[in-house]
């Protein structure tokens, strides 16, 4: 592979071969950051519902608990 690109210019290596990888493998990489995106977003929904939920308990508990203080 060295020998190959050896005798090309330097433009050839670090600008039509990244060029013609993205062109044919973008569809790919786009689904791929696509999938991780949605599922980062997934993940800090899911946080901040359980999150949510064990605020809602704690906040019942303690007020539930003072109630029966009394």
Request: hydrophobic fraction near 65%; charge should be positive; charged fraction near 10%.
């Amino acid at each position: 592979m060295r020998e190959i690109f050896a005798g090309m210019p330097w433009w050839i290596k670090w600008v039509a071969v990244p060029v013609i990888a993205l062109v044919v493998f973008g569809g790919l990489i786009a689904s791929v950051v696509g999938f991780v995106i949605g599922l980062l977003f997934k993940l800090l929904v899911f946080v901040a519902l359980v999150g949510g939920l064990v605020y809602v308990v704690r906040k019942f508990m303690s007020s539930s608990s003072s109630r029966s203080d009394w």
